[in-house]
């Protein structure tokens, strides 16, 4: 980093009075610019993918997506100051590697010393992985309601009710749901973990299938299975696949 | 004073204790002497016709002995007592007791006998009694062991009656408890952010810093000592809300908009303090926090069908918002405090459908006074 260059920041927080505070404490900070103000998730991860800033503060409960479903889509090469009233989400802030975590209201020598770690931080990549992102936006022991992906710049929320099947893709799962494939970079190993097993099951090394949405089962060559699905999709099953599959629909039935 | 008196509760256990259920009441002790009657003139009848006596001697015998051995009996009471029921020697120890007081009651006659017949109109009673010796044992054990029975029964109700006390007890203890755990805090979270918003306006505007301080500062005052009243008038809980309202109304700005809908003549009915808050605090933590653009909340009171209270607190909301941390908490809670106070008698209803969420409450409409005070059983 250049010592002339100017510290990108974006403030991201949906109520006004809260993005004024921090506006007010960056000012005797002559190294900071100011790019933009976002009040909500969508417009964060828009605009932080538009102007690639190199500071961000987040505050976590805010409209259409939280702070950490923000981490998730936007990756790991800007670093995070968590603002927030919460001091039960510092756990997962510390888990995603953020620079800091800050409980509103906070005094300025305070808020100074977040933004001196943040300096030091900046330009060096969080070593959080997607896995780690994916993992904090969830609260501990609980599956995931909803997935998010990022198309571009658009934003699109996958209630998990409304998820048909998940397919591996190298370092992607594309996820189908309502007709449409979204892509994702996370394992699918990973994502199995973070859905319900009552709900998911992975009927192959490569597939993760809604329970609801599997119509019938058909034997496909010597070991394998066909699982097809109420919309006529038609999914590979491994043996193992098959040996969860029947463990699932024998309890159901 | 606090130790004096509370030593003086087992004492008075004790004494209680110790008293003989029929002695102890005038009321019962008519009832049981009164039950004596039939049994004297059964006794008056056997001396007369085995014993061989004349009416009036048989009389002058039967009607003081019976008086006499009414008193003996009670006396089972105390064994009883000592004695339960379901133990294997006590026929034994009541029989013992019944032959040991029959042979009392022979001596007590013979001792009658003798000053009777000290009257001329009753000389020769003395010999006469002789003869009826063995009836006379033979009904006081009968008798006794009547009465062992009267007393165990009167043990028996006395243990139930005492059983139903307790789980009565224990049944409002358990529903005091239940409530004082529901009773709803103010929520920590709303005052961080406020606080945050007056740290804020402090440099930019003093002047809504210090009239936000103030409104926060009202809004906690009438939440103060609320938990140690059972119920209060709704026109109390509707300040509450609008203190709490007013406060974040400088925090969203714009983004809240209000709309009530109170008819006049509802603010005197009481409700549980702190019910309706959390719903209208709900309303703003799911809907309008929930709303880029921002939302409303309407707050509506009517006085429904004959006696009935009609509350409805609607907001809007992003079904596609996350969910957040604590949701359907408060309104469990709520839930649970209007069941643990009025058992059957409110209705709850939530519905969320469209991008509306509402919560419809009919509570029974009471004055103060005249409403059940939950705390006692």
């Known amino acids: ?253 | 004073m606090e130790r004096r008196a509370g030593n003086a509760r087992p004492v008075l256990k004790l004494i209680k204790s110790l008293m003989h259920p029929i002695l102890s009441s005038f009321r019962r002790l008519l009832l049981y002497l009164s039950g004596w009657g039939p049994l004297s003139a059964i006794l008056l009848y056997l001396f007369a016709s085995i014993g061989g006596l004349s009416w009036g001697r048989a009389a002058a015998l039967a009607l003081p002995l019976c008086l006499v051995y009414a008193f003996v009996c009670l006396s089972a009471w105390y064994s009883c007592r000592s004695i339960p029921l379901e133990n294997s020697g006590s026929w034994l120890a009541h029989l013992t007791a019944a032959i040991v007081a029959s042979l009392l009651w022979i001596l007590a006659a013979r001792g009658l006998a003798a000053t009777l017949s000290s009257f001329a109109s009753l000389a020769g009673l003395d010999r006469q009694i002789a003869r009826v010796y063995p009836l006379l044992f033979g009904s006081g054990v009968l008798l006794y062991l009547l009465a062992v029975a009267l007393h165990y029964v009167l043990l028996s109700n006395e243990a139930a009656h005492e059983a139903e006390k307790r789980e009565v007890e224990a049944r409002g203890l358990a529903r005091e408890s239940e409530l004082k755990a529901l009773k709803t805090q103010v929520n920590p979270h709303f005052i961080f952010n406020c606080l945050n918003s007056i740290s804020a306006l402090t440099s930019s505007d003093p002047a809504t810093a210090r009239e936000m301080c103030i409104r926060l500062a009202e809004f906690l005052r009438k939440t103060l000592g609320l938990g140690e009243r059972a119920q209060i008038p709704l026109g109390e809980e509707l300040d509450l809300i609008h203190a709490y309202l007013s406060v974040e109304q400088i925090r969203f700005g714009a983004r809240l908009r209000l709309e009530e809908n109170t008819e006049p003549g509802v603010l005197g009915f009481v409700v549980p303090p702190l019910l309706l808050q959390p719903l209208v605090e709900n309303a703003i933590r799911h809907g309008i926090a929930s709303l880029a653009e921002g939302g409303w909340v309407r707050l509506e009171i009517k006085n429904g069908t004959p006696q009935r209270l009609s509350i409805t607190v609607e907001n809007n909301f992003d079904p596609e918002a996350p969910r957040r941390r604590g949701a359907g908490i408060g309104l469990k809670n709520v839930r649970q405090r209007i069941d643990a106070t009025y058992r059957n008698r409110a209705r709850f209803d939530v519905r969320a459908e469209a991008g509306r969420f509402r919560v419809q409450l009919e509570l029974p409409a009471e004055k103060a006074g005249e409403a059940p005070v939950p705390y006692s059983a």
């Open chain 1, 1 to 253: 980093m250049k010592q002339d260059a100017k510290i990108r920041t974006v403030i991201v927080d949906d109520e006004d009075l809260a993005r004024q505070i921090i506006r007010e404490m960056l000012k005797s900070h002559a190294e900071i610019e100011i790019v933009a103000e976002c009040a909500n998730g969508f417009e964060a991860v828009r605009l932080v993918s538009e102007l690639k800033p190199d500071l961000l503060f987040l505050d976590i409960q805010m409209p259409k997506l939280d702070g950490f479903e923000v981490l998730e889509l936007i990756g790991n090469d800007i670093a995070v100051i968590f603002a927030t009233a919460y001091d039960e989400h510092a756990l997962r802030a510390f888990e995603v590697h953020a620079v800091d975590y800050l409980l509103k209201p906070f005094r300025a020598e305070r808020f100074d010393a977040a933004l001196a770690r943040a300096k030091e931080r900046i330009g060096k990549k969080l070593p959080a992985s997607p896995e780690q992102l994916s993992a904090a936006t969830r609260e501990p022991g609980q599956y995931a309601e909803r997935v998010v992906v990022k198309d571009g710049t658009r934003v699109h929320i996958i209630p998990v009710t409304k998820l048909d099947y998940a397919e591996a893709q190298d370092d992607y799962v594309a996820l189908a749901s309502q007709g449409r494939k979204h892509l994702r970079q996370q394992t699918i190993s990973s994502l199995e973990a973070a859905l319900d097993p009552r709900n998911f099951v992975r009927i192959h090394r490569s597939y993760l299938v809604n329970l609801e949405r599997v119509a019938r089962l058909e034997p496909y060559g010597k070991d394998t299975h066909i699982a097809i699905l109420g919309d006529g999709t038609r999914l590979p099953v491994s043996r193992a696949g098959l040996g969860r599959l029947k463990q699932f629909l024998g309890e159901k039935a």
